[in-house]
């Protein structure tokens, strides 16, 4: 057992390594991420900050009044006009000039951790076959089990990292309020990371060089990214669409993450998330470790 340990171990070294090496690797896992955060932290923030709203008040009571008075004090809003009718609220919907909108900086951690795993693992196989060492790999005392092992540390490691990273800069940076439980929020993201790592592997067990792996991760984030609820809420999405929903492990963590953020939720309240993570990313695990042994056959 100590022997496999060690074994495993000094294969995440070397991957770990061979990330921090290659110029390009470090370019792709480091500045991205940043300034995708940064640019829908600044440029793309959907926070609350004058918006224009305007009232039709039918009640005209002294509680209908301060309910108004509240509003009009917020910074966060701004009262265009009073309209008297249906048809002026109608207009003023359709002329857009009412407008609503979320704060989306706590999906962003989902959006980056997503990414930096699938890379670090879904190009990792394919990166040694295009270098010519995974037959120098296949001749080692390692086992298979443990090369995918091995394979899939490094992606933790740094799917760990890159969510810490983002986590401190949206709560210290942007003041975002944390408010819910930190063992909850890292249950779900090591669930998460499980399931995107076991997908990861799986894409790179398939592609036999680094940009076939680069292309399989784009193909599964576009849809995933999508279909995870971060933009469009899932329940205005068709039924049959809904459903496929339910395989994306970013629709899951994005719940853990606004639960967190902003909503006080604690570990009990995510187990609804959990296992579906959980369920995923050993499926894709599996299928991960069947097909890298095919691979060797």
């Known amino acids: 057992m100590r022997l496999i340990i060690q074994r495993v171990l000094a294969l995440t070294v070397k991957e770990l390594l061979a990330l921090l090496r290659d110029a390009a690797s470090r370019a792709v896992l480091i500045g991205p991420p940043i300034i995708q955060l940064l640019v829908f932290g600044y440029a793309a923030t959907f926070d609350l900050k004058h918006v224009p709203f305007v009232v039709y008040n039918q009640d005209q009571g002294r509680l209908a009044r301060d309910f108004i008075a509240r509003f009009e004090g917020s910074p966060s809003f701004s009262l265009?006009?009073?309209?008297?009718?249906?048809?002026?609220l109608g207009q003023a919907i359709d002329d857009k000039s009412v407008l609503m909108a979320m704060d989306i900086?706590?999906?962003i951690c989902g959006i980056l951790t997503l990414l930096v795993s699938m890379l670090t693992t879904g190009l990792s196989v394919a990166r040694e076959r295009e270098m010519g060492t995974f037959d120098q790999l296949l001749v080692t005392p390692?086992?298979?089990?443990?090369i995918l092992l091995g394979k899939s540390l490094p992606g933790f490691i740094v799917g760990f990292?890159?969510?810490?990273?983002?986590?401190?800069v949206s709560i210290f940076w942007f003041h975002v309020p944390f408010t819910g439980s930190v063992l909850g929020l890292y249950i779900g993201l090591f669930c998460f990371l499980l399931a995107t790592v076991g997908i990861g592997l799986m894409i790179s067990s398939l592609a036999v060089t680094q940009q076939q792996g680069l292309l399989g991760v784009f193909l599964f984030m576009v849809p995933a990214i999508v279909l995870s609820g971060f933009a469009t809420p899932i329940a205005n999405m068709p039924q049959i669409v809904q459903y496929?929903?339910?395989?994306?492990?970013?629709?899951?963590?994005?719940i853990v993450l606004r639960g967190s953020f902003l909503e006080g939720a604690g570990v009990s309240l995510f187990?609804?998330?959990?296992?579906?993570?959980?369920?995923?990313?050993?499926?894709?695990?599996?299928?991960s470790g069947r097909l890298f042994r095919r691979r060797l056959s």
């Open 80 to 88: 265009l006009r009073v309209v008297h009718n249906q048809n002026e």
């Open 105 to 107: 900086v706590p999906g």
């Open 142 to 146: 390692l086992r298979p089990t443990e």
């Open 161 to 168: 990292a890159e969510g810490t990273f983002i986590v401190l």
């Open 244 to 254: 496929i929903t339910l395989l994306d492990p970013l629709r899951y963590f994005l």
């Open 271 to 287: 187990w609804p998330q959990y296992w579906p993570l959980a369920v995923i990313g050993i499926v894709s695990m599996i299928v």
